[in-house]
């Protein structure tokens, strides 16, 4: 069974940071592309991070660049977003996701989900 489980959440003053991991099983992660994604309530899921199964081809969305960093351990099939100076803004419920395709920026782009962990940041 295929399983990606985030963990790392939590409620935080603004300003403060958070790790996210997302640990993965069921299938050989290394070989495949990993992202980070957020949604509040009543809105589209949006894309924050994402890291190709080298390591490479890091891409972030504009409002994180600078504050987040995303990481991955092949050999722990799990990958990591580094949240520092986080606003309120960034209140959302964070998950991470996993795809094949060479593509994979969008929500359709990813086949495998974890549940998400929230995030809360209070000012």
């Known amino acids: 069974q295929v399983q990606l489980l985030e963990s790392g959440g939590g409620s935080v003053q603004a300003g403060d940071s958070l790790r996210l991991s997302c640990a993965a099983s069921?299938?050989?992660?290394?070989?495949?592309?990993r992202g980070w994604f957020r949604q509040v309530p009543g809105k589209e899921r949006e894309f924050v991070a994402r890291?190709?199964?080298?390591?490479?081809?890091?891409y972030y969305v504009d409002s994180v660049k600078g504050r987040f960093t995303i990481s991955r351990d092949n050999a722990k099939n799990t990958v990591y977003l580094q949240m520092n100076s986080l606003k309120p803004e960034d209140t959302a419920v964070y998950y991470c996701?996993?795809?094949?395709?060479?593509?994979?920026?969008?929500?359709?782009?990813?086949?495998?989900w974890g549940q998400g962990t929230q995030v809360t940041v209070s000012s």
């Open positions: 996701a996993a795809t094949q395709y060479a593509t994979f920026i969008s929500v359709t782009d990813y086949r495998y």
């Open positions: 069921g299938l050989t992660f290394s070989n495949y592309n």
């Open positions: 890291i190709r199964w080298s390591g490479g081809d890091i």
